[in-house]
């Protein structure tokens, strides 16, 4: 079900905010929440992710280490009880799928896509193009040029084609072109763009929606959470897209953000995910965490709940943001410190499964727009 916020949810999440900012500092004083404020979060917010999110038509996800899903039985509950949409992190991959070519390996994936219906969840492909993780054999073809640009267009075709039939019906949301900006919005000079063009995004776009026309498809990008160069070039390209007719159904807005960096506001948040959906596309927040230089403190703790926040109250905000999604949960299974030397702790939950105050924010920003909504329809 698409998703048609706002209502009367903005004054809520104003509010939501001096809530959840006591949640994640519980030694703040009282009154930095209105008692009036508080009064009106009738939901009971001590409930899972996925049910508070549904209370508002959100789906909220988490990317899956598959691994761990299958070894690690503390870290597949709460897939299961939180979440109601997984991604993969990496199984869907090229890289993964087809290391050798010609021959493929779905046994990963194929795995997850079998655990979400049978915990109620939908599942989010990514990606099906990308600059990073391609086989090997791909990237030393086009190097040593014993593989020329026609027949890296077919690769890609067959690529694509291939992997959505192979999980036809089975995926909500594809994530089709992944990354394909820098962060000054010029387009990312990747082996795709070199050979083929900037021609190849639509491509890709036409050759998902061929082979199966019920998923959902997006470009997916960082650093375009507010406005800027880089959310600039996104918005030209899907507005052309969309003018030519591609099968383009959304933009998903990663959400990678750091403690040291500061965040933008829920409402520049929204208002940047509104010119998005002013062209008829859907927004998701596909990969949201938020790092810290190590060690971690108090305020850099209570800045990460802050940042988690930002990005959900945005997406609470804008009309057809249809789903929110963390770049897994745990820091006993984070990507961070293996990417940024002396970061890391960037996942709602602890190496222990302990949930910090981000989580509880999260929870709070849900209990009170479904509390909202609620009031709004009476």
Known sequence: MRNLRPTGAAAALVACAAIAAVAANPSAPAH??????????????????????????LRIGTAVNTDALASDAPYAQLVGQQFSTVTPENV????????????YDWTAADTLVAYAPAHGQL??????????????????????????????????????????????????????????????????????????????????????HQADPHAL???????????????DAVLALVTKLRSEGVPINGVGIQGHLGTQYGFWGADAVA?????????????????????????????????????????????????????????????KYQWVPGVFSGQGSAAIYDENFAPKPAYTAMQVDLATAASSRGEDEQ
């Open 271 to 331: 208002a940047n995910m509104a010119r998005f959906t002013a062209l008829g596309l859907d927004t998701a927040i596909t990969e949201a965490d938020v790092r810290s230089e190590l060690p971690m403190d108090n305020p850099k703790t209570q800045a990460q709940a802050e940042g988690y926040s930002t990005l959900l109250q945005g997406c609470l905000l804008t009309r057809r943001c249809i789903s929110f999604t963390v770049w897994g949960f745990s820091d």
């Open 92 to 103: 869907m991959k090229w890289q993964v799928v087809e290391p050798t070519q010609g021959t």
């Open 32 to 57: 930095s929440a209105s008692g009036s404020a508080a009064a009106e979060a009738s939901v009971p917010a001590n409930q899972p992710l996925r049910t508070l999110g549904a209370l508002d038509n």
């Open 123 to 208: 599942v989010r492909g990514h990606t099906l193009v990308w600059h990073n993780q391609l086989p090997t054999w791909l990237t030393d073809g086009v190097a040593n040029g014993t593989i020329d640009a026609a027949q890296l267009r077919d690769l890609l075709h067959k690529h694509i084609t291939d992997e959505v039939t192979h999980f036809k019906g089975k995926i909500w949301q594809w994530d089709v072109v992944n990354e394909a900006f820098n962060d000054d919005g010029t387009p990312r000079q990747d082996i795709f763009t070199q050979l083929l063009g900037p021609d190849y995004i639509a491509d890709a776009f036409r050759w998902a």
């Open 217 to 231: 498809l997006f470009y997916n990008d960082y650093n375009i959470e507010g406005p800027g160069a880089k959310s």
